[in-house]
Every structure is written in structure tokens, then in C-alpha cells.
């Protein structure tokens, strides 16, 4: 706690003068336009603190070709952002995840993901070229900083004279449109589309704080830390995929996701026959059949993610390794899984005491 004029504040009153007295607002960085394979560095702005940032991608995508047009293949545009890190003024890795990694989490974290939405209506347009035509593609990803948008746990302090807060990209070949669209002629095929220009455009959300306000210094001290990585182990036929999350961090959700070799996702109902979360390497918290787990999530709890992705929600009680000694993930595949050509990526989204690397 903190006094102030003799006044003793506690944490929990400091949070919410937070964001009660504080100015809510925006600030972008320059855009940057997106070629082959690129990587792109964004320098934050250094103003006030951040919750989190916008993260938005148009493409221009042309039928060359003049086939018949295509849909929206099953995984989107966010298959073309290969990878997307946030590495703060001290140094802290807080994010490095692709991008359907993000997409996922937001589509259950209840920020909203409406890939079906018009143009006129939402920032996503998945709309695909006629023939010898263009469509401009937009496709835009909340990128958290922050446990929640009124939560202050994890967020960024950004106005600070010491090193700078970089937000960097890595982009798939401009010619891999075939992870974006599915031709609806079966005598068409993805070469028949071509992304002639694109652009990526970052746009922070922050709270300006009140002059003189006490600030929840203790809750800058934490990390929300967003990670994809990639475990191919024990992908085989009627076996037992074991995953162990890291130790020294409490979780809230978890993400697996199937891939074929054309990176295109597995259907779960045909290649998983059970998920699991257990503690301590034997303890389930639940180990269910995965038709019954996906019914509860899609119809019981309004969380529906896109096809090959298994969800693992821990947000109403958040488990921690230090707590359990271990906290593991486990997919039994069928027998008709086709490991030979699978992959497995996993995202999990989590908290950690940064034991004074943090910024205040």
C-alpha cells in the first residue's frame, strides 16, 4: 500500500482510480507495408500505459487468372502472419505467438472474431475476388498486454525514458495464398490469386494516468505472456500426446492445433479420441471423450474456435505448475490419425512474477 497526504491506499482502491480517473485512449504507429516474407519492427509510442494493441492487415488479393473465385479458407488470413513478439523496454519476451494463435485466443476470450462479417459492417472482409477482379482483405487481431482491458495486472508502462517497447512481425511468402483462399473451380487452384500490395498497422490502446495519482505499481510487476510453440513428439496412431506447460506461471487457457503437411487443420472428431487436463502427471481435473468436451465448450459455454483446435479453458481456475507440480495437456489420437504428415502447435496464454525484471 501507498500513502498519500497521510492516506494509507490500498492496491485494490489504486486499481480502480486507475481506470476511473485516467484518460482511455489510442495512439498508432506509422504503418508499414509488407513484402515478401517481411519482418516488421514497430516502435510504441512511449504514452502512458498499455493494455494492449490493435493489430490490423489489409491485402489487396487479384484473380489473375479468371477463375471462378474462392472462399475463405478454413483458418483465414491469420495463417499468413507467421509469428508476431512483443518484447518490452527491460527486455521481457511478453509475446511470441503466430498469428492463428492470437485469432484463437480471441475468439473464446470474448473479444469477438467475426470472420463471416461484410466489409460495411466490421473490419473483417473475406469476400473473394470474381474473376479478374481485386478485393481488398482486412483482418485485425487484439493483441492483450494486460489480463483485461479494465484489468491492470500485466500492463506496460510505456512512457519511460529507458529503451523502448518493440512489437515485431514475420510474414509467410506473398505467394502463399493458398492459406487464405480455397477456389470454389475444382480446375483452379491457389496460383490463380495473387496479393498484389499489403500493409500491417499497430494501434495501442493506453491509460493516460491522472497527475499525482497513486498507480497499482505491483500489478506492472507481472507479465501476461502469450506463447506458440511447436511439439511434434508422440504424434502417431492410437497414442497418448502428453504436452507439459511450463513451471513458474499460472494459466488461464490453452490451445493445440492439428495440421496436416499443407498446414491445413485435422477435423478433432476424426483424429482425437480423448482430451484431458491433468495435475501431477495423473490427477485429472476432467479426461472425456473429445465429442462430449466439444459439446459442452460449443453449446454449454457459447466457446467455438475453428476447426483442428482443441481448447483447454482454465480462466475460472487458473492452475499453476508451483501449485500442482505439474500441469499437462493430453490428446489420446485415434487410430486413424495420420501422424506421418501431422504437426502440432500449441498456444497457451499465462501470468509470472517478473522477480524485478518488471518496469514501475
Known sequence: MKATAGKVISLAERRQRFFATGFRSMQE??????????????VLPKAGIALGAYV?????????????????????????????????AAGVTRI???????????????FGYDEDASS????????????????????????????GKF???GAIPLALPMGQTRMSMKFNKLAAVNSIISP????????????????????????????????????????????????NSNLSPSTEKRI???????????????????????????TIDRVGLLLNGATPVFDIYYKTYVGIQSKGQGQRLSAGHVLFDMSKRAYSPNDFGEVALKLNLSSGFNGAVAKCDVTYDSLY????????
Open 244 to 270: 507439459v506447460l511450463p513451471t513458474g506461471r499460472t494459466y488461464s487457457r490453452a490451445i493445440t492445433t492439428l495440421l496436416d503437411a499443407a498446414s491445413a487443420p485435422m477435423i478433432p472428431v476424426e
Open 56 to 88: 490490423t492487415i489489409e491485402a489487396v488479393i487479384a484473380n489473375v487468372a479468371g477463375g471462378a473465385g474462392g472462399t475463405k479458407s478454413q483458418l483465414g488470413m491469420a495463417t499468413w502472419l507467421k509469428n508476431l513478439s512483443l518484447v518490452d
Open 151 to 153: 484489468n491492470s495486472l
Open 120 to 147: 460495411d459492417t466490421s473490419v473483417y472482409d473475406f469476400a473473394c475476388p470474381a474473376a479478374d477482379g481485386s478485393e481488398a482483405w482486412k483482418m485485425q487481431i487484439y493483441v492483450p498486454f494486460s489480463v
Open 353 to 360: 512474477r517478473m522477480a524485478g525484471k518488471g518496469i514501475s
Open 96 to 110: 511470441n505467438a503466430s498469428g492463428d494463435g492470437l485469432r484463437s485466443l480471441q475468439e473464446v476470450s470474448g
Open 29 to 42: 504507429c506509422p504503418p508499414q507495408s509488407i513484402t515478401d516474407e517481411a519482418t516488421l519492427d514497430f
Open 184 to 231: 470454389i473451380d475444382a480446375t483452379d487452384d491457389a496460383t490463380d490469386f495473387s496479393i498484389t500490395s499489403a500493409t500491417a498497422y499497430v494501434t495501442v490502446l493506453y491509460i493516460e494516468p491522472k497527475a499525482g495519482e497513486a498507480l497499482p505499481v505491483e500489478d506492472f510487476q507481472f507479465c501476461r505472456e502469450i506463447v506458440t510453440v511447436t511439439d
